[in-house]
């Protein structure tokens, strides 16, 4: 997001008056969005449609094994999804328009956990988590319905895990950028104990920002936790391109100013 700063002259009369004209860049962040197991980037487009609203580039896309490759759902991999996620990634960053350097990704639980795996193969500025689900690393290439057959599963997601102990964790304790991480209180598939250990793993962001939403079960199911969920996440992507405009802002004009006093001292001397 290179923020532009012009000196301009405006003609008054016969004279010429200076101005400074700040821009916005020519290119915009990308907000790129993941859907869970079972779901579809039908669920995301309303999200997709406020985050564009403050002047984002959104994409949403179906993850293989649903919607037109429904056909692959008992089949397909985790390797083959997280393939899935880096093609869309590296189409979306190739577009003119959007900024490789301010791409915030969104991830719903099984979404949540590509999410995390794709910031170590590559860079993303902004990672948002909503009950990201866990696994265990062996049995990669295994369909990834194959995985809900062991039996344990579900103590596995209870127990608590170091960051170098799992490769999801460990991908969000190397992420260096800002982070969001939405708990449902009442989520019947994720436990609290997964959202402590990513949390605990995310040690070395620049950011973490939690919420836990009230009433919430792992679907969102209810209308009113849908919106609290929406609210949160455009608020906080809102907050962090906000932000990092203003930085861009301030940088641009402290470099002018620094300049221009480079320059009178020069002059006297």
């Given amino acids: ?44 487009l309303g999200r997709a449609r406020q985050a564009a609203g403050i002047g984002c580039h959104c994409l949403t896309f179906d993850l293989r094994g649903h919607e ?23 189409w979306f960053v190739a577009r003119p328009d959007v900024d490789p350097a301010a791409i915030a ?8 956990y590509l999410a995390s795996l794709l910031t170590a193969l590559r860079p993303v500025h902004w990672l948002a988590l909503r009950s990201p689900a866990i696994y265990k690393d062996e049995g990669w290439e295994l369909p990834k319905r194959k995985l809900h057959e062991d039996p ?3 103590a596995f ?12 964790l460990a991908a ?11 708990e449902a209180e009442h989520d019947e598939i994720v436990p609290h104990r997964v959202i402590e250990n990513y949390a605990t793993a995310f040690a070395t ?49 402290a470099e002018r100013k620094r300049l221009r006093r480079a320059g009178e001292i020069q002059a006297r001397g």
Wanted: proline residues 3%.
């Fill in 205 to 253: 962001a620049s950011s973490l920002t939690r919420r836990r939403i009230a009433g919430a079960d792992h679907a969102f199911s209810g209308k009113a936790e849908q919106k609290a969920y929406t609210d949160v996440l455009v608020g906080w992507l809102t907050e962090m391109v906000r932000s990092a405009r203003e930085r861009q802002a301030h940088d641009k004009v």
């Fill in 1 to 44: 997001m290179d923020i532009r700063l012009d000196a301009v002259e405006i003609g008054i009369g016969g004279d010429r008056i200076g101005g400074t004209l700040l821009s916005p860049a020519p290119v915009l962040p990308g907000v790129l969005f993941v859907h869970g197991w079972g779901g579809s980037q039908e669920h995301d």
């Fill in 157 to 168: 997601r209870r127990r608590p895990l170091a960051w170098g102990d799992n490769r999801a």
């Fill in 172 to 182: 969000c304790h190397a992420f260096g950028g800002d982070a969001l991480l939405v």
């Fill in 152 to 154: 344990d599963l579900p």
């Fill in 105 to 112: 990704v969104v991830g719903i639980s099984y979404g949540g």
């Fill in 68 to 90: 037109r490759t429904a056909e692959q759902w008992e089949t397909v991999s985790r390797r083959q999804n997280l393939d899935d996620l880096l093609a869309a990634y590296d």
